[in-house]
Nanobody, 125 residues
């Protein structure tokens, strides 16, 4: 059973940076495509970024492109989301997700098999 545990969330001011981490266990980390999603209160869970098993390919939602960077360290079983130039609209619970194969549509949460419990990110104006 794959377990994903996020950390690194918090309360920051607009323009600041945060670094989220996701620790994986229960399966060889490099066998999983990984992604980040977020969910604001009263809204659906939406795609943020995804990365291929060996980190060669990545993709981003337009809303975070140029500000967020997804990366992974397969030796440390860790997924990272570096978030820069944060905006109040980035406020949400952030979830990491994993899947044994690269989802046909990475932005579709139903195509991801494994989920963490989430970490809260709050950006004040």
């Amino acid at each position: 059973q794959v377990q994903l545990v996020e950390s690194g969330g918090g309360l920051v001011q607009a323009g600041a940076s945060l670094r989220l981490s996701c620790a994986a266990s229960g399966r060889t980390f490099s066998s999983l495509a990984m992604g980040w999603f977020r969910q604001a209160p009263g809204k659906e869970r939406v795609f943020v970024a995804a990365i291929s098993r060996f980190g060669i390919n990545s993709e981003y939602a337009d809303s975070v492109k140029g500000r967020f960077i997804i990366s992974r360290d397969n030796m440390k079983n860790t997924l990272v989301l570096q978030m820069n130039s944060l905006k109040p609209e980035d406020t949400a619970v952030y979830y990491c997700a994993g899947n044994p194969t690269r989802p046909g549509s990475a932005s579709n949460p139903t195509q991801w098999s494994y989920w963490g419990q989430g970490t809260q990110v709050t950006v004040s104006s």
